[in-house]
């Protein structure tokens, strides 16, 4: 929690002028958070157009901020709000806008987390381990070959032309990778696993 009076001092300040950016609003301080309650029902602006006035307002005063899903039970409020502070910090750490909407960055902001927490090797079961050892002994590019494969929802011909090869040798590629690592690309679970773990290695 924030107990820096300073700092509350500019939430404050920054809420004064929040009022004059929206109506049907209600904002209030939160563990060192300013949080802004907007009720889109009742507002005279759309959901567009207060996104582009909260933009506006962060760019001016070079503040980042994170907004919740839309929700419509006051009694979820509590979830909402640790959203809306998830994705504050995430906006403060990543700092490549100046607000972070919860359903457009939840993702990133999930593997960020994963990768502060230490190296990606540690999430490598040995299969995929056995992939990555292959391709470094033997110079070949299996995992991006993987990787592509799964982004491309495992279509071979899709694969093959975002990477520029043959579909003969994207054919060869996908069978040598299931050979190495004995892993049934089609499970959901297993596909789910790979995508997470190859999107954590791309971010290093």
Request: charged content about 25%.
């Amino acid at each position: 929690m924030n107990n820096d009076p300073v700092g509350d001092a500019v939430l404050q300040d920054g809420a004064h002028y929040l009022v004059e950016f929206f109506d049907s609003q209600y904002i209030f301080l939160h563990q060192g958070y300013l949080v802004q309650i907007l009720n889109i029902d009742r507002s005279s602006y759309s959901y567009e157009e207060m996104l582009r006035r909260m933009k506006i307002f962060l760019s001016n005063n070079a503040l980042e901020a994170g907004t919740s899903t839309i929700f419509h039970d006051f009694r979820e409020l509590q979830v909402h709000v640790g959203q809306s502070m998830m994705m504050a910090d995430y906006a403060l750490r990543d700092r490549q806008k100046k607000l972070y909407e919860f359903d457009e960055n939840v993702l990133p902001m999930m593997l960020s987390f994963f990768r502060e927490k230490g190296e990606t090797d540690i999430y490598k079961i040995r299969y995929l381990q056995n992939l990555y050892h292959y391709d470094l002994a033997n110079n070949t590019e299996l995992v991006k070959t993987l990787q592509c494969y799964l982004q491309q929802n495992l279509n071979i011909s899709e694969t093959s032309q975002a990477l520029y090869i043959a579909r003969t040798t994207c054919l060869y590629r996908i069978r040598r990778i299931q050979e190495i690592t004995h892993l049934n690309l089609e499970d959901p679970e297993t596909n789910l696993y790979l995508r997470l773990i190859l999107q954590l290695e791309q971010g290093h």
